[in-house]
């Protein structure tokens, strides 16, 4: 959610309209959705280390779910970036 907050506030400062922004962040979320269902994060850590699955237990749900959350920080800077392009042309 907060990754919407702050496309939203770049947009923003971009002066994009409310119709624009609010696509952008609809497309955004659905996009965000589908990975967050995609996600597992047991394998997601496995990718990361080839050791065992046991590492996981160790974490917190918080470190869990900042390791399967980089993929969609990524997705929004995308976004945001052709978001720019397309302002300019």
Known sequence: MSNLESLNAEMIKL???KQN???ILLKTAKD???QLKKV???KAIRK???S??????????EQLENESSKNILEKNQQALSEFTKQKKI
């Open 15 to 17: 002066n994009a309209t």
């Open 21 to 23: 922004r609010y696509n």
């Open 32 to 34: 965000q959705l589908e």
């Open 40 to 42: 597992d994060i047991i």
């Open 48 to 50: 990361q280390n080839n």
């Open 52 to 61: 065992t699955y046991l590492e996981a237990k160790d974490k917190t749900g």
